[in-house]
Nanobody, 115 residues
């Protein structure tokens, strides 16, 4: 099993920045398909960004050029740098990883962007 713990959420004004981190209970090197998702109350969880072990990244159109995801193998964590935040970025952000073919999710961290 793997536990994923997110941190870094908070309240920020539109145009500001936040950095989210996801710390797995195992070495990040053995966890595949790491990604960030977000969910607004009453809506389905949506994919935000992902990174594979080789470093290739992908982003949702809504966050492209504003968010940056990377795997920090030295610190064993997944990071999401969020810049130029907009009120529509508000939601609970979840870290996801795949270990031995099974999906694991963190408990989420709340991000609130005020206008």
């Amino acid at each position: 099993q793997v536990q994923l713990v997110e941190s870094g959420g908070g309240l920020v004004q539109a145009g500001g920045s936040l950095t989210l981190s996801c710390a797995p209970s195992r070495s990040i090197a053995v966890i595949n398909g790491m990604a960030w998702y977000r969910q607004v109350s009453g809506k389905e969880r949506e994919w935000v960004a992902s990174v594979v072990s080789g470093g290739a990244t992908a982003y949702a159109d809504s966050v492209k050029d504003r968010f940056h995801i990377w795997r920090d193998n030295a610190r064993d964590r997944l990071t999401l740098q969020m810049n130029d935040l907009k009120p529509e970025d508000t939601g609970v952000y979840y870290c996801k990883g795949v270990y031995k073919g099974r999906d694991y999710w963190g408990q989420g961290t709340q991000v609130n962007v005020s206008s």
